[in-house]
């Protein structure tokens, strides 16, 4: 028989308990990301279509103003962006020693939006309604810039005006697959229609 320790029986676990934080700790609760610039809100007033070079695309004296703004209430060096209408994510990286800014997310926008879509991605879309929205804004854009290719610009179609980025929990669980990691500050961005 085990040896009795004093106010514990034998063949019993000793009661383990939390230790106090002292009162002169606070305790931090981890608090999600906010953004800082309210340029990116839903609902902004500044208007950006991502078909065309930030420069060109948002007012100068805008541009001016965002393009270092910091986006985000906490130093955050990288987001992911992703979208309800398309299958692939965007990766937004600060520049080395900084953090993201709008400048950053709008020059991320821009330029992965131009990658030709590839054969895969096509065969999602070939057999669907959206096949024929993207053929449509491809010919449209390829009378002014020449690029015969498909571009994923094309498949937002007239849905090219930027109208910000929000958390969207459950949407981010629903693109990720099974065996990925979660990306904490994985955002979910709005467009709007650039006829309106």
Not at 20 to 28: G, L
């Amino acid at each position: 028989m085990a040896p009795k320790r004093a106010g514990v029986m034998a063949n019993q676990p000793a009661k383990m308990t939390t230790p106090a934080v002292p009162a002169n700790k606070a305790v931090r609760i981890q608090q999600p990301n906010s953004l800082k610039d309210a340029t990116l809100r839903v609902g902004s007033c500044i208007r950006c279509d991502v078909r065309k070079l930030v420069e060109e695309a948002i007012l100068s004296g805008a541009w001016q103003q965002v393009r270092n703004a910091t986006a985000f209430e906490k130093v955050t060096c990288k987001i992911l962006i992703i979208y309800k209408a398309f299958p692939w994510s965007i990766d937004v990286s600060a520049s080395p020693g900084g953090v993201v800014t709008c400048g950053d997310i709008f020059k991320a926008l821009h330029k992965k939006l131009q990658v030709p879509i590839k054969g895969v991605e096509w065969a999602i879309v070939a057999d669907r309604t959206r096949g024929k929205t993207i053929k449509e804004a491809a010919e449209s854009r390829q009378k002014k810039d020449r690029d015969k290719q498909l571009k994923r610009i094309d498949w937002l179609g007239d849905m090219t005006m930027f109208e910000g980025i929000e958390k969207d929990e459950e949407w981010e669980k629903k693109m990720r697959s099974p065996t990925s990691r979660s990306v904490p500050e994985t955002w979910v961005v709005k467009f709007g229609n650039r006829h309106v």
